[in-house]
């Protein structure tokens, strides 16, 4: 694995897990050994973490949010600017990084750099856009006016399946907002957030006049989290996890009066309709189904298809899944790769023996030896033929699992499709509009993403993501997202000689 964007070493020395900017500090929490999921080997290892570090990096975060909300919005562009720029120079590598320590394949590696540089570019235009209101005043002689501005620290707690995107998504917007950052990666994939921090210290090199505290990184278990949470100097977290994690997250928040962003767990259905395209269909399923082993929160995990069309449909995913190439994802033509760890592999096992016993057939599943790195955990992809009734299908497993179940007319579909804790992202593929438009309707899907003939994963940055009811209501990266970073100010200016009341009120003294 390439090391120019981690610190250097020699065998057997230890990296800190804290950095501030372009000063990286000493550590004091307990030893990480970091592991590779592609093969088991050590990558590194590392010195975590205490809640006495965090707080340090907490108050240069304050710090330095003093200077950096004045900063013209334009001017936190330019930073922004050049973090996409140097993002780009590095794109290969940090894509390494990610393969190595998360086990994606390479062509999904590149692509969620590339998902950090677009969110840069999002930022920059955004940050000559973050406009407020003029609202016409029933005084006469006065003017309302909203602004926007800058909230304060923002902490970010990001999961290993996106180890540097969702960090983009936060960070980026954030720094254009006039906030500053701390940032809690998952213990599973802390070296590529000190990648990420090695890009913004070479930006801040050549920009002096960025405060250092304005990023930081704590690398830690849950006390680390559980400090960045009950921090009253950070205004806003952003958590993204299990919905466990975010329910214990919020309520350590909500004691405080803090914000909450959260993108928790994700429990995703597609409706096939008898017009659908069963090409289409296929390629999206595949990919959705079983892109990144399983392990994304836009997973496709319930596949509701119509009965009429059924035995057509398995017929071509079994097909396809058979023949789906799973070896070490740094290898060409490989389309999985490994689980993150042994733990995720049990999660699996259990789902499908679960799912046997509530009346499910399994086709695949189970460990793949031959031809993978000794030391991953690499499993086929499984399809569950299984009754929307079973309680399984109402849980998220992080792996490759498909439940398929049918209905007879298209509400019967959309029940089952919400029928779930969980409201992340759905889609539905058919050819026949009114379907389509139902389905994206207010009486059709209940998530915060709802698609028409694509799959479930893959979302653009340009358009909010995040989801309802356990999924956490957050939304992050495109649209008006921007908002939960900052904070409104509503204005009444006064430019008559007069003192008139609202709602005609008489109190004259």
Same mark, same amino acid.
């Given at each position: 694995?390439?090391?120019?964007?981690?610190?250097?070493?020699?065998?057997?020395?230890?990296?800190?897990?804290?950095?501030?900017?372009?000063?990286?500090?000493?550590?004091?929490?307990?030893?990480?050994?970091?592991?590779?999921?592609?093969?088991?080997?050590?990558?590194?290892?590392?010195?975590?973490?205490?809640?006495?570090?965090?707080?340090?990096?907490?108050?240069?975060?304050?710090?330095?949010?003093?200077?950096?909300?004045?900063?013209?919005?334009?001017?936190?562009?330019?930073?922004?600017?050049?973090?996409?720029?140097?993002?780009?120079?590095?794109?290969?590598?940090?894509?390494?990084?990610?393969?190595?320590? /998360?086990?994606?394949?390479?062509?999904?590696?590149?692509?969620?750099?590339? @998902? %950090?540089? =677009? #969110?840069? +570019?999002?930022?920059? $235009?955004?940050?000559?856009?973050?406009?407020?209101?003029?609202i016409?005043?029933?005084?006469?002689?006065h003017?309302?006016?909203e602004?926007?501005?800058?909230?304060?620290?923002?902490?970010?707690?990001?999961?290993?399946?996106?180890?540097?995107?969702?960090?983009?998504?936060?960070?980026?917007?954030?720094?254009?907002?006039?906030?500053?950052?701390?940032?809690?990666?998952?213990?599973?994939?802390?070296?590529? /957030?000190?990648?990420?921090?090695q890009?913004?210290?070479?930006?801040?090199? @050549? %920009?002096? =006049? #960025?405060? +250092?505290?304005?990023? $930081?990184?704590?690398?830690?278990?849950?006390?680390?989290?559980?400090?960045?949470?009950?921090?009253?100097?950070?205004?806003?977290?952003?958590?993204?996890?299990?919905?466990?994690?975010g329910?214990?997250?919020?309520?350590?928040?909500?004691?405080?009066?803090?914000?909450?962003?959260?993108?928790?767990?994700?429990?995703?259905?597609?409706?096939?309709?008898?017009?659908?395209?069963?090409?289409?269909?296929?390629? /999206?399923?595949?990919?959705?189904?079983?892109?990144?082993?399983?392990?994304?929160?836009?997973?496709?995990?319930?596949?509701?298809?119509?009965?009429s069309?059924?035995?057509?449909?398995?017929?071509?995913?079994?097909?396809?899944?058979d023949?789906?190439?799973?070896?070490?994802?740094?290898?060409d033509?490989?389309?999985?790769?490994?689980?993150?760890d042994?733990?995720?592999?049990?999660?699996?096992?259990?789902?499908?023996?679960?799912?046997?016993?509530?009346?499910?057939?399994?086709?695949?599943?189970?460990?793949?030896t031959?031809?993978?790195?000794?030391?991953?955990?690499?499993?086929?992809?499984?399809?569950?033929?299984?009754?929307?009734?079973?309680?399984?299908?109402?849980?998220?497993?992080?792996?490759?699992?498909?439940?398929?179940?049918?209905?007879?007319?298209?509400?019967?579909?959309?029940?089952i499709?919400?029928?779930?804790?969980?409201?992340?992202?759905?889609?539905?593929?058919?050819g026949?509009?009114?379907?389509?438009?139902?389905?994206?309707?207010?009486?059709?899907?209940?998530?915060?993403?709802?698609?028409?003939?694509?799959g479930?994963?893959?979302?653009?940055?340009?358009?909010?993501?995040?989801?309802?009811?356990?999924?956490?209501?957050?939304?992050?990266?495109?649209?008006?997202?921007?908002?939960?970073?900052?904070?409104?100010?509503?204005?009444?200016?006064?430019?008559?000689?007069?003192?008139?009341?609202?709602?005609?009120?008489?109190?004259?003294?």
């Amino acid at each position: 694995m390439s090391q120019s964007l981690l610190p250097p070493r020699k065998p057997g020395d230890r990296i800190d897990g804290l950095a501030v900017g372009k000063r990286k500090l000493a550590a004091r929490g307990k030893s990480l050994i970091v592991r590779s999921p592609i093969d088991g080997t050590t990558l590194a290892e590392m010195r975590q973490a205490t809640v006495d570090d965090v707080n340090v990096v907490i108050a240069a975060a304050a710090e330095a949010f003093k200077q950096w909300r004045v900063v013209p919005a334009p001017k936190r562009g330019e930073f922004v600017r050049r973090i996409g720029n140097k993002l780009r120079e590095y794109k290969s590598e940090l894509a390494n990084v990610v393969s190595h320590e /998360a086990g994606k394949i390479t062509a999904e590696a590149l692509g969620e750099v590339q @998902e %950090m540089i =677009d #969110v840069c +570019d999002f930022a920059v $235009g955004l940050s000559r856009q973050l406009y407020g209101l003029t609202i016409a005043s029933e005084r006469p002689g006065h003017r309302m006016m909203e602004q926007y501005h800058p909230l304060g620290p923002v902490g970010v707690i990001t999961a290993f399946n996106f180890p540097v995107a969702v960090w983009a998504w936060n960070a980026m917007l954030a720094l254009v907002c006039g906030d500053s950052v701390v940032w809690k990666p998952s213990e599973k994939t802390p070296l590529t /957030a000190l990648a990420c921090q090695q890009v913004v210290a070479e930006v801040m090199r @050549e %920009m002096p =006049d #960025v405060p +250092d505290g304005v990023c $930081g990184v704590v690398i830690g278990g849950r006390d680390v989290g559980e400090a960045l949470a009950a921090s009253e100097k950070l205004p806003l977290i952003s958590a993204t996890g299990s919905t466990r994690m975010g329910r214990a997250v919020s309520e350590i928040v909500a004691r405080r009066l803090g914000r909450c962003l959260l993108e928790l767990g994700g429990n995703n259905g597609m409706i096939l309709t008898p017009t659908a395209d069963l090409d289409l269909a296929t390629r /999206a399923i595949t990919f959705a189904a079983a892109g990144t082993a399983g392990q994304r929160c836009t997973t496709l995990r319930r596949l509701i298809v119509h009965e009429s069309i059924k035995p057509e449909v398995m017929r071509r995913l079994r097909t396809v899944f058979d023949r789906l190439k799973i070896g070490d994802p740094r290898n060409d033509g490989v389309l999985l790769g490994p689980l993150i760890d042994g733990a995720a592999g049990e999660s699996m096992d259990r789902a499908l023996a679960t799912a046997k016993q509530q009346g499910g057939i399994t086709h695949g599943g189970g460990r793949v030896t031959d031809g993978v790195p000794t030391g991953g955990v690499y499993v086929r992809p499984a399809i569950v033929e299984i009754s929307p009734e079973a309680a399984i299908t109402k849980e998220e497993t992080f792996a490759p699992i498909l439940y398929v179940m049918t209905y007879r007319d298209l509400d019967e579909a959309i029940a089952i499709q919400n029928d779930v804790p969980q409201g992340l992202s759905s889609a539905i593929f058919t050819g026949d509009v009114r379907e389509a438009e139902l389905f994206v309707s207010p009486a059709g899907s209940d998530c915060g993403i709802a698609n028409v003939n694509i799959g479930t994963s893959g979302a653009e940055i340009g358009g909010a993501f995040g989801g309802e009811k356990a999924t956490g209501g957050g939304r992050e990266s495109g649209s008006d997202a921007w908002k939960a970073y900052m904070r409104r100010a509503t204005n009444t200016i006064n430019y008559s000689k007069e003192l008139p009341l609202a709602q005609g009120i008489a109190f004259d003294v």
